[in-house]
């Protein structure tokens, strides 16, 4: 059985060497005009410069304005923490939502070019509104008068909000395309270009978390020493040179055409498979329907071959008595092609998988607000400077930052020497060890919270919202801990969805990855609610009190690391019995 596999890996390489070795690329890409894409004008790294410039615009304005939007809530709107931090993991889950729309218009309608291109456009106006929310008087609640902080106004409010939430808005259509795009512009038919493409992912990451380094020390200082109102106008005008960038590099792109509806192929798939409920599953797999055309019946989509999992699906491409004595075999909610059903059962099997990327992101979402929320109490200061909390925020892309070229250059060619694998780790082992990796993330945080409540025990300070003396540079572990979990799971994960993703739900696929960010804020919201309604009976503070002092927020890190555990345990079950797309060889 192994010298099978051995043989059929090497004539597919070769049958594909054979293809990218050509003038057009292999993939079915066209260039900007619609012709087929010439391999030497379009693509590769000339190309993604420019996608990755466009993306490290856009992360940079996000990231200006998420890092320390816990503190815009608290002392610009004054609302309580906890109230605070859940309207942001609130918005950030809508920002992880949103890339459904935006993948199922790029898959369907558009294209992801110019699915990015319009949803910029959206975000740019979003923007602008946040920034005169916090420049004009009339739009911004009044400044704190001793004790008594006024609320903003039902207007105000408005405002703020639309702004924060056209942004959510645009961010979605960004998202689900922008890496895809990336990666469309190497050809998956070319060894070289295939190889670039592993180290894309990679990069791709680097450069968003550089974005994120800028806007976590010099944004945040400007918006707490300078003013919201630059603070947020900065990103508003990055946004303006994204959309420049993203323009500039269009004659470099190599595009893929849309392939219809990914949902309506789906549900093609359960209702013929439930009209033919009664016909027997055939033994033989060459009889289920397929188009004879080198390529498949979905427009830019190769053909897949016939897996034996979920068998049931296959009564869609089950020929019947009645479709062959009629010759009707061109009706999609009758008959499904094999390539059409496999479609559904990827997505099936990703199912287990993309479910534990919940609980990481629930850790994730802490990093902007409880951590910011713990460091605020902690001595900020280091000698004449004065340290904004949410600046912490910079280990963590400082992490990512260092994490990334140790694994593409020194981690990678030592697990291949051991392994003997291409690319080393597996995706699923890599997105394994990042999840290993936020329990001692969470360990971390509790350990710090617990050293910073003896201090607040031994000096008294339990009814006081005062600082303790320990540096908030203990923190620095935990952050640093989260970034190495990203290199691990995010990354992986972006590989994961776009390498096991039918080839025309890529942009769909990577929104459902996507969500599970959504998803993670808003099981950290769901948390947080409970925890606060359990703890709270009685009259007692609670674990997370608006003073933190008089709390045990390490008995929440704590109970995030035990979930953490636990959703380990269940993705090593599931990945471990996973089952790897195959898509016929051309």
């Known amino acids: 059985m192994g010298s099978e596999d051995d043989e059929r890996a090497l004539l597919e390489a070769n049958i594909l060497q054979n293809e990218g070795s050509g003038l057009y690329a292999g993939d079915g890409s066209v260039d900007s005009k619609g012709k087929p894409a010439l391999k030497n004008n379009t693509g590769q790294w ?8 466009t993306f490290f615009c856009e992360r940079l304005a996000f990231y200006g304005i998420s890092t320390n939007l816990v503190n815009y809530f608290i002392e610009k709107l004054h609302e309580r923490t906890v109230v605070a931090s859940t309207n942001i993991t609130n918005w950030k889950g809508t920002c992880y939502i949103t890339p459904l729309i935006g993948a199922i218009l790029a898959d369907t309608y558009w294209g992801r070019y110019w699915t990015i291109a319009g949803f910029t456009t959206v975000y740019l106006i979003g923007m602008c509104t946040l ?8 739009l911004k609640p009044a400044e704190c008068v001793g004790s008594v902080c006024p609320s903003a106004t039902t207007a105000q409010y408005a405002v703020f909000l639309t702004g924060l939430y056209l942004i959510a808005l645009g961010t979605g259509g960004i998202k689900p395309c922008i890496w895809p795009f990336g990666a469309d512009q190497f050809d998956d038919t070319d060894p070289k270009e295939r190889v670039k493409k592993g180290s894309y992912f990679n990069w791709f990451y680097f450069s968003q978390n550089i974005g994120a380094i800028i806007a976590s020390s010099l944004l945040v200082w400007i918006q707490d020493n300078v003013g919201w109102g630059i603070g947020f106008g900065i990103p508003t005008a990055l946004m303006g040179v994204c959309i420049a960038s ?11 055409k849309p392939g219809g509806s990914p949902l309506t192929r789906i549900c093609q798939v359960l209702v013929a498979s439930f009209r033919k409920r009664n016909l027997k599953v055939l033994e033989d797999n060459s009889l289920l ?4 055309d080198r390529s498949s019946a979905i427009e830019g989509s190769r ?3 016939h897996s034996n999992e979920l068998r049931c699906l296959d009564k869609a491409a089950v020929i019947s008595d009645a479709e062959i004595e009629h010759g009707d075999l061109c009706n999609p909610w009758r008959l499904c092609t094999v390539t059409q059903v496999e479609e559904l059962k990827i997505l099936i099997r990703m199912f287990p998988i993309w479910a534990t990327g919940i609980v990481f992101s629930a850790v994730f979402a802490q990093m902007s607000t409880l951590f910011v929320v713990q460091g605020k109490l902690m001595k900020r200061t280091l000698g004449s400077v004065t340290i904004p909390a949410a600046s912490l925020s910079f280990f963590d892309f400082v992490s990512v930052i260092i994490w990334v070229p140790i694994y593409d250059s020194i981690i990678i060619p030592i697990v291949k020497k051991l392994t003997r694998k291409e690319r080393g780790f597996s995706q699923l082992q890599r997105m394994g060890i990042g999840l290993f990796v936020s329990i001692l993330c969470m360990a971390a945080a509790a350990l ?5 409540l003896q201090l607040v025990a031994e000096l008294g300070l339990e009814d006081e919202k005062a600082a303790v003396p320990l540096s908030i540079l203990w923190q620095i572990p935990q952050y640093f801990l989260l970034g190495a979990a990203e290199v691990f799971t995010f990354i992986g994960q972006h590989e994961f969805y776009y390498e096991q993703a039918p080839d025309a739900m890529r942009s769909l696929c990577s929104a459902l990855s996507l969500l599970t960010n959504s998803l993670g804020n808003y ?25 933190l002092n008089e709390g045990h927020l390490d008995y ?5 690391a035990g979930l953490s555990f636990l959703n380990l345990v269940v993705y090593m079950v599931f990945s471990r019995n996973y089952k790897e797309k195959k898509a016929a060889a051309a």
Not at 46 to 53: D, E, H, Q, T, W
Not at 131 to 138: D, E, Q, Y
Not at 289 to 292: A, I, K, L, V, Y
Not at 448 to 452: A, C, S, T
């Open 46 to 53: 000339k190309a993604c410069s420019f996608i990755l410039g």
């Open 131 to 138: 920034t005169l929310s916090a420049s004009v008087s009339a």
């Open 289 to 292: 329907h397929e188009t004879q």
């Open 556 to 560: 929440f890190y704590w109970l995030l």
């Open 246 to 256: 993203l323009l500039i590099g269009t004659p470099l792109y190599r595009f893929q």
């Open 303 to 305: 053909k897949l071959e």
């Open 448 to 452: 710090v919270e617990i050293k910073r």
């Open 523 to 547: 099981l950290s919201s769901l948390i947080l609610t409970i925890v606060t309604y359990i703890t709270t009976k009685g009259g007692k503070a609670g674990w997370i009190p608006d003073n």
